[in-house]
């Protein structure tokens, strides 16, 4: 299990920072990979809930505070990338 928890650590703290940095230099395929940073930190963080679900409380709130954040910089993020293609146009 400690090995899940150290794995899930490295990727929340890498899919903030690759969102803060792809907030800075936006494109549709950066954000793909910010939402894969996102996917593999709620799909390590359920396995941890699995196998220990005693943390239930902790773990969904440290879950909703760390989806809060990656969510509203990605959404951001959208918005400069749409802004950014219709100065383009």
Known sequence: MTTILLIHII??????????????KPSIKKIGISYGFIVGTVASGTALLIANPSNLLHTCL???FYLTIVTLIT???????????????
Request: charged share 15%.
């Open 11 to 24: 990727i929340a703290i890498s899919s903030l920072v690759v969102a803060s940095i792809v907030f800075f």
């Open 62 to 64: 440290s879950g909703l």
């Open 75 to 89: 959404i951001a993020t959208h918005v400069r990338v749409r802004k950014l293609a219709e100065q383009e146009i």
